[in-house]
C-alpha cells in the first residue's frame, strides 16, 4: 500500500508556472509507476503525464507537451510535475496517481492508488 500526497497547486497568471510535488509512502517507491492526471469542472478525468518506475519512459499528452515535464526523485519518494507556460485550459484539479509494478507506462485505467487533488487555477 502506499500514501500519496500532493502539494504546490495555486493560482497563476496565464504563461506562469508551478511545480506540483506528489511525496509517497509507505513502499519502496522505485517500485511504483508514477502518473499526474486532472480533472477540469464538468470534464472527465485525464492522464497528464506518467513516468515508468525507473524513469527511462514517459508519456505526455498532447495539449501540454513541451510545456510540462514529469520527473522523479526516488530517494525522495517524489514525483514532480513542472508546469510552464500555463495556459486557463489547465485549469483543474490535479492528482497523482501509482501503479506498482508496472512494465513502462501504466495505462490510464491502471493505477491503484490516488491522492486526494490539488487545484490548478490559471487566471487569464
Known amino acids: 500500500q502506499v500514501q500519496l500526497v500532493e502539494s504546490g497547486g495555486g493560482l497563476v497568471q496565464a504563461g506562469g508556472s508551478l511545480r506540483l510535488s506528489c511525496a509517497a509512502s509507505g513502499r519502496t517507491f522505485s517500485s511504483i509507476a508514477m502518473g499526474w492526471f486532472r480533472q477540469a469542472p464538468g470534464k472527465e478525468r485525464e492522464l497528464v503525464a506518467a513516468?515508468?518506475?525507473?524513469?527511462?519512459?514517459?508519456y505526455y499528452t498532447d495539449t501540454v507537451k513541451d510545456r510540462f515535464t514529469i520527473s522523479r526523485d526516488n530517494a525522495k519518494n517524489t514525483v514532480y510535475l513542472q508546469m510552464n507556460s500555463l495556459k486557463p485550459a489547465d485549469t483543474a484539479v490535479y492528482y497523482c496517481?501509482?501503479?506498482?509494478?508496472?512494465?513502462?507506462?501504466?495505462?490510464?485505467?491502471?493505477?491503484?492508488?490516488w491522492g486526494q487533488g490539488t487545484q490548478v487555477t490559471v487566471s487569464s
Open positions: 513516468v515508468s518506475r525507473s524513469a527511462t519512459s514517459t
Open positions: 496517481a501509482a501503479r506498482f509494478w508496472a512494465v513502462g507506462i501504466p495505462g490510464e485505467n491502471e493505477y491503484d492508488y
